[in-house]
């Protein structure tokens, strides 16, 4: 698979069954030359519609399942939420 298809994937939350958009990026570790977490934008500023100032950091370990069309995984939204 391509970054470029896991882009245009949407990410589920399978704790909340809250969709939390689509990766925007990954961030990869070269020394081990491993996938370390998908990158996600977080809510937006006001009322969800304009920008973020937020994102999910969502660790490859709690990607559940790659679909073809869905990322199930499985977080706690708070703790994932960076600034």
Same mark, same amino acid.
């Given at each position: 698979?391509?970054?470029?298809e896991l882009k245009q994937k949407e990410v589920i939350n399978t704790c909340t069954c809250r969709s939390l958009g689509c990766p925007v990026d990954i961030e990869f570790?070269? $020394?081990t030359n491993r996938l370390t977490a998908l990158i996600v934008p977080g809510p937006g500023k006001? %009322? %969800?519609l304009f920008g973020h100032d937020s994102e999910y950091l969502?660790?490859?370990e709690c990607i559940c399942r790659i679909g073809d069309d869905i990322i199930l995984v499985e977080i706690e939204e708070? $703790? %994932?939420l960076h600034k």
């Open positions: 698979m391509r970054i470029c570790d070269c $020394k006001l %009322c %969800c969502i660790p490859w708070e $703790k %994932c």
